[in-house]
């Protein structure tokens, strides 16, 4: 599996996406506090961790004898700049020829 | 109140396909780091590291460095010193860690942290601030090209 692959999984679960949502509004999180956050077990929520964390979604890192949770924003912003920005751009560029001609026989 | 905690300690990974060695120069010298890190000379040595502007002109601050142990692991003080209302917070501090993988890989780990009392700094590196560096430096690496010509 690619690098790509990876994140295109895990964030093709809704729990898993909502684990990024609370992330992002608060970095560093235990799997306690995470825990509390969702209808699972213990074990369901270390699993879609996991999940994000090979693909480098998110970075665990110790504090003293926590274990902190951090949101890696870098390999989506991979995936805008690979996949994303090249669909769009051509997309806008399309509309912008659209309006050029449209107004020209306007 | 939260998304001030939120801000306080900020992790960014990056797998780079080249040598620890390599990613080691690119983040200690001003001919690499012109051509990721929004232009900015950046010279490391085993006690500071100092940033001057693009052409040179400007004193961008210098900070001290904590550790210096290359090709693995650099740490030093962040002061932003390319905008004086940033520049005017508290020191924070950033930890570069290059461990070398299966392959011709790299995982680049930067944390920004103590970053309590720089609230203004800490937004402003968040979002596309060392994103932009970090991705810009994987291209750089990965390619020869820089992000944005």
Do not use: C
Request: hydrophobic share 35%.
């Amino acid at each position: 599996m690619t690098d790509d692959d990876r994140v295109f999984k895990a964030l093709a679960d809704p729990t898993r996406r909502f684990l990024l949502d609370r992330l992002f509004a608060r970095d560093g999180r235990t799997l306690t506090e995470l825990e509390s956050e969702l209808e699972m077990t213990r074990f369901g929520v270390m699993k879609h961790l996991r999940v994000l964390e090979d693909a480098g979604l998110v970075v665990a890192r110790r504090s003293g004898r926590e274990k902190l949770h951090f949101l890696n924003p870098v390999p989506i912003r991979l995936i805008h700049d690979r996949w994303i920005d090249k669909y769009t751009e051509r997309h806008v560029s399309a509309l912008a020829d659209l309006k050029t001609e449209l107004e020209e026989t306007a | 109140m939260t998304t001030m905690t939120a801000l306080t300690t900020q992790v960014y990974q990056v797998f780079i396909k080249a040598s620890p060695e390599r990613i080691w120069e690119a983040i200690t010298t001003p001919e690499f780091t012109t051509r990721y890190f929004h232009g900015a000379r950046i010279e490391v040595t085993p006690e500071w590291r100092r940033t001057t502007s693009p052409d040179g002109s400007e004193d961008w601050g210098e900070g001290a460095v904590l550790e210096f142990d290359p090709p693995r692991r650099l740490v030093h003080e962040w002061r932003s010193g390319y905008d004086p209302e940033l520049a005017a917070e508290e020191p924070s501090r950033v930890t570069w860690e290059i461990e070398p993988q299966d392959g011709a890989y790299s995982l680049l780990t930067v944390t920004h942290d103590q970053l309590e009392g720089a609230p203004k700094t800490a937004e402003s590196v968040a979002g596309t601030g060392w994103m932009m560096v970090l991705s810009g430096l994987k291209t750089l690496l990965e390619t020869g090209e820089p992000l944005s010509a």
